[in-house]
Every structure is written in structure tokens, then in C-alpha cells.
């Protein structure tokens, strides 16, 4: 796995300087102290590549494990919101006119065909995707050494998708609910006036 290019850079100009420091200081008696704490520098900066890998894995892993709680969510919530919708739309078609019957039912189903496409479109762009990067894993027949390295690689590749699509599943979520709204209200506004 690659180091982080700042703490690489880091690194190339410590180096650098500890070299040439070691040119002066070579026949001076304090060389092994000098030694010493370019040792102590390496290891603190590979410890700061430690901890930023660390970090950005477990952001990548917060990140999916986020995402994946607020679908569920979303899901169950649209599916009750759903069935109520058209429940309450079929048994109010006699109350609603032909019109208003048209229009809730038009918006329900944009409203639902929008929200399938979505899921359907995510599915298709992360969800299988990640299947095929942990099967690839799988039939490589990875060592027990580079599997970390591989397994933080593929979460982080999955948040950075699910980050890239987020503006867009907004944009969706809001057409779908703005539809549902506007059917909903058509339809709760005909009934109020019907009373």
C-alpha cells in the first residue's frame, strides 16, 4: 500500500537532511546521538502514516456503515409511506373525480418509479460493485498479509462512491418526495372538500 504523499515527502527531505548530516558530522563524537534521533524521527514519522491510514479507514468504514443504516431506513419508511399513499388513493378514487384521480395517481407513480430507478441505479453502482471487488479478493487467493492492505483499499473505494452519489441520491429523494407531496395534498385537499 502506498504512503500517504505528504508523510513520503516528509520523509525524502529528513532523509536528505539526515544524509548531510552525516557528512558533517561524521568524525565529531556526537554522531551516534545524532544517529539516534534521526532513528527516533523515522519512527515518529511512519507512526503519523499509521495513524492517518488508520484514520481514513475507519472514516471509509463510519462512511458505509452510515450509509447502509440510513437505506434500511429509507426503505422501510418508503415502503409503509408507499403503501398508505396508494391504499388510501384506491379508496378514495370514488371521492376524487377523474382529474384529481389522475394526477395522485401520475405523482405516486413518479414518485415510486423515481425512487426504484434510484435504488435499482445504486445497486448496480456500489452494491454490485463491491461484491465484485470481494470476490476478486476472494479468487486471488490473497495472503493473510496483504488482505488488510486490499480489504481497507475496497472500503475506501466504497465510501468515495457513496460521498460521489450523495449530491444525486438528494436530488432523488427530494423529487420523489416533493411527488408524493404534491398527489398526497391533491388528494387530501378534493377529500377535505368533499366532506
Known amino acids: 500500500m502506498a504512503m500517504n504523499p505528504e508523510t513520503a515527502k516528509y520523509m525524502l527531505a529528513l532523509d536528505d537532511d539526515i544524509q548531510h548530516l552525516w ?5 565529531h563524537s556526537n554522531a551516534a546521538e ?3 534521533r534521526a532513528r527516533e524521527w523515522r519512527e515518529k514519522s511512519q ?4 495513524q492517518i491510514k488508520s484514520y481514513r479507514s475507519e472514516l471509509a468504514s463510519n462512511i458505509k456503515n452510515l ?4 437505506a434500511r431506513y429509507i426503505n422501510v419508511v418508503a415502503v409503509i ?3 398508505a399513499y396508494f391504499a388510501t388513493w384506491s379508496l378514495a378514487k370514488d371521492s376524487l373525480g377523474k382529474e384529481v384521480t389522475a ?4 405523482m405516486g407513480m413518479i414518485s415510486v418509479s423515481t425512487f426504484v430507478l434510484w435504488e435499482m441505479f ?3 453502482k456500489v452494491r454490485l460493485k463491491t461484491v465484485g471487488e470481494l470476490g476478486h479478493i476472494f479468487q486471488s487467493l490473497v495472503s493473510v498479509e496483504d488482505f488488510e492492505p486490499l480489504r481497507l483499499e475496497q472500503t475506501q473505494g466504497e465510501a468515495k462512491r457513496v460521498i460521489a452519489l450523495s449530491a444525486a441520491h438528494r436530488v432523488v429523494f427530494l423529487l420523489s418526495l416533493l411527488t408524493a407531496c404534491a398527489g398526497g395534498f391533491a388528494m387530501m385537499h378534493k377529500l377535505y372538500m368533499s366532506l
Do not use: C, P, S, T
Request: a negative charge; glycine letters at 8%.
Open 47 to 50: 507512526k503519523l502514516d499509521d
Open 67 to 70: 450509509n447502509d443504516e440510513n
Open 81 to 83: 409511506g408507499y403503501a
Open 34 to 36: 545524532h544517529r539516534e
Open 103 to 106: 394526477f395522485v395517481g401520475l
Open 23 to 27: 557528512k558533517a558530522l561524521e568524525h
Open 122 to 124: 445504486i445497486i448496480m
